[in-house]
């Protein structure tokens, strides 16, 4: 039979043309997380939707891509990564020409999740392909290219979608995928090597029942918590219980992995290396504060300061450049040093970014202000994604490739997730304060009859994040007046709020930067390859 290579012996003679494949369906996942939020207001009025079906739009993709990871990464160990990459491609081309021929809100939201689930299928397929077809001096590198990926997609969606919107229709921002994902699964069908573990897997089918349920709790009460305002959802439903549900669901599923010697669906061998280990915990804090940095920004630049979408993701677009760039040098240092300490650097660095935003963003402040602590956020952001997979990854048995990648992916998204709702409940308390304390202040500029429903309105605009319109009944002069006070009230307690978070955000990166001295040593790999070793992966796909 013949042999794919272990990975000290290359799985494929090209490999970087095999990662360039496949980091196109994975670019085209990422870039569909944010790609449709640029398009809320449109979907809104032209399908008639209501503002609830449009989050959901958004919400439910990432809903199912998050749950489904863990599985999906072990399905590669079972059926071959390449196959499950193929999948999820066709999968997500299909279901996005199907977001684009929607002709309601909910036609559009199952095509979404079919989506979601097509891109949970692909995600975990790219991180177990790299220790599948890479030897280890170059794995850095290889996640240097898959941390650009990350970093450069999520922005790089509201300027594309803003431009489609501009010049097409909602609808091009789903069917430019067809072609792109026709053209990725032939290509990856025809050159990515055949890639399984050479051992028989089964799937722990009560494995991914638990897990799925579990997870699905967690992720849906963190994503719905604020639109519940964390509280009843219906009758004795509420978003606590629907969290803790999750919890104690994925605590019988961890029970049942470590009872389950045959074929566990979360191997917990994975986490006896301790570099997987703290890299998993070191992704969650990471992620948990980094995920909040562009969801204040953007909130800043399209609310407070009345930026478009486009024009917010031009402005921080250099940042994403940044990113990419800096991610691909990373990757080198991470070959040659270890990722261990180009890791600690970054995450400190993202801190101190972090903190001259702080210092230099005031109320009429605009994106030139932004420029020094983003440039550094950027260079600092791109010596934290390929170092982070990499360290994680180092030591990991290449044949649980897929559950470790399934895993480390799956820890992040909770991350993000968690921080996106602790942020925005953190965001959402300071700013009821900031604007009730800056609209008492300015209240004697309007009319006396005005006051009391001013502070009463601004206050209220810290749950939608956007200022309240006037009244109606004004005159001309009053009017301009009270949207002038309200934009001056807004943007001073936004800014007081959003430097609270940011702070926040701070210090969750430098407690995951003081984590990452619990790293293993770092030990330089070799390019040899080890005679006589025996080959880990067949072509069985």
Not at 14 to 24: F, N
Not at 350 to 361: D, I
Not at 413 to 441: D, K
Not at 501 to 528: D, Q, Y
């Given at each position: ?140 590198r290889a996640f240097g290219l898959f941390g650009a990926i990350v970093g450069f997609a999520p922005i790089v969606g509201p300027v594309l979608g803003g431009f489609l919107l501009a010049h097409l229709s909602w609808r091009w921002i789903f069917f430019t995928n067809v072609p792109i994902g026709i053209a990725t699964a032939v290509l990856a069908w025809t050159f990515a090597p055949p890639m ?169 402040s605009g994106a030139w202000s932004l420029l020094p602590g983003l440039t550094i956020i950027g260079i600092a952001g791109g010596a934290t994604f390929a170092p982070l997979q990499q360290a994680t990854m180092d030591g990991v048995d290449p044949r649980l490739a897929g559950a470790a990648s399934g895993v480390s992916s799956t820890t992040r998204q909770i991350g993000g997730v968690l921080g ?122």
């Amino acid at each position: 039979m013949p042999e794919v290579k272990s990975p000290e012996q290359p799985a494929t003679r090209r490999p970087w043309l095999v990662l360039a494949i496949m980091c196109i369906g994975f670019f085209m996942s990422l870039l569909d997380g944010s790609i449709v939020n640029v398009a809320v207001p449109t979907l809104i009025h032209s399908m008639d939707a209501t503002y609830d079906q449009v989050l959901w739009v958004i919400d439910g993709y990432l809903l199912l891509f998050s749950v489904l990871l863990i599985t999906t990464g072990r399905l590669g160990d079972i059926f071959g990564y390449r196959r499950l990459y193929v999948l999820g491609v066709i999968v997500f081309t299909i279901a996005s020409a199907l977001c684009g021929l929607a002709g309601s809100p909910p036609q559009l939201l199952a095509a979404r999740l079919v989506q979601g689930v097509g891109g949970a299928l692909l995600f975990p397929q790219v991180i177990s392909s790299i220790l599948t077809i890479f030897p280890p001096h170059l794995r850095g590198r290889a996640f240097g290219l898959f941390g650009a990926i990350v970093g450069f997609a999520p922005i790089v969606g509201p300027v594309l979608g803003g431009f489609l919107l501009a010049h097409l229709s909602w609808r091009w921002i789903f069917f430019t995928n067809v072609p792109i994902g026709i053209a990725t699964a032939v290509l990856a069908w025809t050159f990515a090597p055949p890639m399984r573990s050479e051992r028989r897997h089964r799937l722990d089918l009560l494995g991914v029942a638990l897990a799925t349920a579990g997870l699905s709790g967690i992720v849906f009460g963190l994503i719905e918590g604020e639109r519940y305002d964390w509280g009843t959802i219906t009758g004795p439903i509420s978003i606590t219980s629907v969290i803790v549900a999750g919890v104690a669901l994925l605590a019988v599923f961890v029970l049942r992995q470590h009872r389950q010697r045959d074929e566990p669906l979360m191997p917990l061998a994975l986490f006896r290396a301790r570099n997987f280990a703290v890299g998993n915990w070191v992704g969650f804090v990471f992620q948990l504060g980094m995920i909040g940095i562009m969801f204040v920004l953007v909130l800043y630049l399209q609310m407070a300061r009345g930026y478009s979408a486009l024009e917010t993701g031009l402005v921080v677009l250099p940042n994403a450049v940044l990113t990419a760039a800096g991610s691909m040098y990373a990757g080198r240092l991470s070959d040659t040093f270890g990722g261990k300490y180009i890791l600690l650097a970054g995450m400190t660095l993202l801190a101190v970014g972090l903190l001259v935003l702080v210092a230099m963003v005031g109320p009429g402040s605009g994106a030139w202000s932004l420029l020094p602590g983003l440039t550094i956020i950027g260079i600092a952001g791109g010596a934290t994604f390929a170092p982070l997979q990499q360290a994680t990854m180092d030591g990991v048995d290449p044949r649980l490739a897929g559950a470790a990648s399934g895993v480390s992916s799956t820890t992040r998204q909770i991350g993000g997730v968690l921080g996106t709702a602790v942020l925005g409940a953190l965001l959402s308390a300071r700013l009821s304060s900031t604007l009730r304390g800056e609209a008492e202040r300015r209240a004697g500029r309007l009319p006396e009859d005005l006051r009391a429903q001013f502070i009463d309105r601004s206050t209220a605009a810290a749950h939608d994040y956007r200022p309240p319109t006037p009244p109606g009944g004004l005159n001309p002069a009053t009017a301009g007046l009270y949207e002038r006070v309200t934009a001056d009230t807004f943007a001073t307690g936004f800014v007081n709020a959003m430097q609270t978070a940011l702070v926040a955000c701070a210090v969750a990166l430098v407690a995951a930067a003081l984590c990452c001295f619990l790293f293993s040593p770092h030990k330089k790999p070799t390019a040899i390859p080890a005679p006589g070793r025996r080959a880990e992966t067949t072509p069985h796909d």
